[in-house]
């Protein structure tokens, strides 16, 4: 079983900055790609940020310069930091991770999402 939990969602003024993070547990025996994908009311879901876990990194063109995705690969943690943030930032955020499981089964997880509301 593995599960990812992200924290670090809330209410920013127009400007601010939060911190996502997402913490992966379970039989994992190694992790790929993990990233961050947002999806707002009545939109598709839309990738942010990705990390391999070379450390090649991938933005949208939406958020590049203003966000950044680190990991720390010891504790399976993905992170990204969100500066100036915008009110068209305001979604729910989510965390993806390719995961190897020690079964030798490797798939996409999805965390449940944290929210972020970014008042004008």
């Known amino acids: 079983q593995v599960q990812l939990v992200e924290s670090g969602g809330g209410l920013v003024q127009a400007g601010g900055s939060l911190r996502l993070s997402c913490a992966a547990s379970?039989?994992?025996?190694?992790?790929?790609?993990m990233g961050w994908y947002r999806q707002a009311p009545g939109n598709q879901r839309e990738l942010v940020a990705v990390?391999?876990?070379?450390?090649?990194?991938n933005y949208a063109d939406s958020v590049k310069g203003r966000f950044t995705i680190s990991r720390d690969n010891a504790k399976n943690t993905v992170y990204l930091q969100m500066n100036s943030l915008k009110p068209e930032d305001t979604s729910q955020y989510y965390c993806?991770?390719?995961?190897?499981?020690?079964?030798?089964?490797?798939?996409?997880?999805w965390g449940k999402g944290t929210l972020v509301t970014v008042s004008s």
């Open positions: 993806n991770a390719f995961i190897l499981t020690r079964d030798f089964r490797g798939m996409d997880y």
């Open positions: 379970g039989t994992i025996l190694s992790i790929n790609q």
């Open positions: 990390s391999t876990r070379g450390g090649m990194t």
